[in-house]
């Protein structure tokens, strides 16, 4: 997914906001792509939308439950939220 790769770029970059936009149009070309979910929501917490960042989280563990690496995102994230 080239906008997925261009997020992730963006992203490492520190420009967030572009990263979320290109995590939006992977997701929405492709909305059963449970990596770019998940990479929206990291990207989405980073910048303090926790909920939303929740539900991407979700939407990735519902599309691909063996996927570890979203577990352990949602998981840290419920974690930090209840702090």
């Known amino acids: 997914m080239g906008h997925n790769n261009l997020g992730r770029a963006l992203f490492a970059q520190g420009k967030k906001d572009e990263a979320i936009s290109h995590y939006k149009i992977a ?5 059963d792509y449970a990596e770019g979910h998940n990479n929206l929501g990291n990207a989405l917490f980073t910048v303090g939308k926790t909920e939303e960042a929740i539900s991407h989280y979700k939407i990735a563990i519902k599309l691909k439950p063996d996927y570890a690496e979203v577990n352990n995102n949602l998981k840290k994230v419920l974690n930090q939220s209840e702090k």
């Not at 997701?27 to 909305?31: E, G, S």
């Open 27 to 31: 997701i929405k070309l492709k909305p």
